[in-house]
């Protein structure tokens, strides 16, 4: 672990690494980047011979729930409702 962060994924230490960048930069980039990802793990399990990753698409809507308010909170403000 860094210097500035304490404790596993502790927010404040992520917001202060992605300061260089821009928070609101690195906010919107996070956004995308989880939206592409979700896609292509998606269309991989759907293309892939293995019937068990498919049992993983479920999840990633399930996990919007909790994965969007994170990517919400890196620039210290509340922008979804």
Avoid: C, R
């Amino acid at each position: 672990m860094g210097d500035e962060q304490k404790k596993p994924y502790d927010l404040a230490a992520l917001g202060l690494k992605l300061k260089g960048i821009g928070l609101e930069g690195a906010e919107k980039l996070a956004g995308e980047v989880y939206g592409v990802l979700k896609e292509w793990v998606t269309e991989s399990a759907h293309a892939s011979a293995n019937p068990f990753d498919d049992l993983a698409i479920p999840f990633l809507k399930q996990a919007d729930a909790y994965v969007l308010p994170q990517i919400d909170a890196i620039n210290g403000k509340q922008d979804q409702p």
